[in-house]
């Protein structure tokens, strides 16, 4: 394992991996790379160049793709694997992460979340503060569960889907692929059409 830590991306998403991964001491330096070539420093942490620059870091460095958004985060995700990079889990220390719970790497899991037994999250992943994701849930890859979001025992989210601050998820329910729940919303039975969803009940708009 290396000791020094590259956070791609040094704006509000990737200010919060930042501060997980020094609150999880497990690296000695940790900085950024930013294609805003104006910015020089973010938390405090230098940002050392542009994306370009990548290859030049990769024998010394580990990766973190610190960009919100899902889609772009899966397509950095996957440049940095071809390219034999090293991409930890970050796990914030006042996170729970039951025994037996499965995470892809570049996942994140951030202050107050809570993820209970048998759960398998897939890679790229934000697990974002103060969720809630109970037994035997599936996450697939490069899914945004948004703070607050309650998910029920054995719940399915796709690849990709987007589940907006404090929607709720009812047990035994799955939802699609590249779907994205509105904040509030509430699901309580299976969604199967991509498309963005409100409302209680869920209903797609």
């Given amino acids: ?11 509000g998403h990737g200010k919060v ?7 999880m001491d497990k690296w000695h330096k940790v900085v950024f790379l930013d294609d805003d070539e104006n910015l020089k420093t973010s938390m405090g942490l230098e940002v050392i160049g542009t994306f370009e620059k990548v290859t030049e870091h990769l024998n010394e460095y580990e990766f973190f793709v610190g960009i919100g958004n899902n889609a772009a985060r899966n397509k950095v995700h996957r440049k940095l694997e071809a390219l034999g990079a090293s991409i930890p889990v970050l796990i914030h220390p006042n996170s729970v992460v039951g025994d037996h719970v499965e995470l892809g790497t570049g996942t994140v899991v951030m202050a107050g979340a ?3 037994c048998c759960t398998k999250i897939g890679e790229g992943c934000i697990i974002n503060t103060g969720s809630t994701i109970d037994h035997d849930n599936c996450i697939g890859d490069f899914a945004h569960i948004s703070p607050g979001v309650h998910l ?16 709720a998820v009812s047990n035994n329910v799955s939802i699609t692929r590249g779907c994205k729940i509105g904040a509030g919303t509430v699901v309580v039975s299976d969604i199967n059409e991509s498309g963005t969803y409100v409302g209680v009940p869920a209903r797609r708009v």
């Avoid at 394992?1 to 704006?11: E, F, H, Q, R, V």
């Avoid at 029920?152 to 929607?167: E, I, P, R």
């Fill in 17 to 23: 991996v930042a501060d997980i991964a020094l609150k």
């Fill in 114 to 116: 809570v993820v209970n």
């Fill in 1 to 11: 394992m290396k000791d020094k830590l590259l956070i791609i991306g040094a704006s």
């Fill in 152 to 167: 029920a025992g054995t719940v399915k989210v796709g690849q990709g889907s987007w589940l907006g601050v404090g929607c």
